[in-house]
């Protein structure tokens, strides 16, 4: 459950500027780290840890070489995952209602190399239950969008395969990055009518934000 040291694990916590031009040079020149360590929970008595890739930052030679030794332990977390929960894979040539799900990881890797992806790094988010009665017009369509509508959806994770290229200094995603995911449900996702009592599953309604912890939740930011 336990994720490998970073090699330059004394620049992790190094300041850098906003701009992303000035913060990878910045990197290159102080060797910072383009990853941090998440914490991902399973349940609520189980975590584990994750190196993932920070937003904008520059990938150095040293996170890619780490992202990848430590990928087979990954992949054997989250196959598991899909073993016990079953997974939905998502991607540019299939919508929601006919997209593959899946129960073996090997059929989610089988279902990138479709893609036409060549997947040398994953990103994983982990989603949080969440209940949302606010406005949903920015997720549903037509009188679904009303408040009288409840959208629930259940914990759940989210996988996503990124290509690589070189840049000056370290390696850089594929911009515009290729629509390709799996994700893993503990239940199904739905609307609810608080009027009528109508419900309909649905998986892209999007109320949920990922839960970015970067520390042990059992310790303190100053511990």
């Not at 990197?27 to 941090?36: A, E, F, L, M």
């Not at 998502?90 to 989610?108: F, K, M, N, Y």
Request: aromatic residues 10%.
């Amino acid at each position: 459950m336990a994720a490998p040291a970073h090699p330059l694990a004394e620049n992790l916590e190094l300041p850098l500027p906003a701009s992303i031009a000035e913060m990878r040079a910045v990197q290159i020149r102080d060797r910072i780290p383009g990853i941090v360590k998440r914490i991902i929970p399973i349940d609520n008595t189980s975590f584990w840890e994750y190196w993932w890739c920070v937003p904008h930052r520059l990938l150095l030679p040293e996170d890619v070489e780490l992202l990848q030794r430590d990928r087979p332990r990954v992949e054997a977390i989250f196959a598991q995952l899909v073993w016990l929960w079953g997974g939905l894979c998502l991607g540019a040539t299939c919508r929601e209602g006919d997209c593959p799900l899946v129960s073996d990881w090997q059929q989610v890797l089988t279902f990138v190399q479709k893609q036409g992806i060549k997947a040398d790094i994953l990103d994983i988010d982990y989603f949080p239950l969440t209940i949302n009665p606010a406005n949903l017009a920015a997720n549903l369509e037509g009188d679904r969008a009303e408040s009288n509508y409840i959208a629930v959806e259940p914990t759940h994770w989210h996988v996503e395969f990124f290509q690589l290229q070189p840049t000056k200094g370290g390696y850089e995603m594929i911009e515009p990055k290729k629509a390709c995911s799996c994700q893993v449900w503990t239940g199904k996702p739905f609307i609810k009518n608080l009027k009528t009592g109508e419900v309909a599953v649905k998986y892209d309604m999007w109320v949920s934000r990922p839960l970015n912890i970067t520390i042990p939740p059992w310790q303190t930011a100053d511990s």
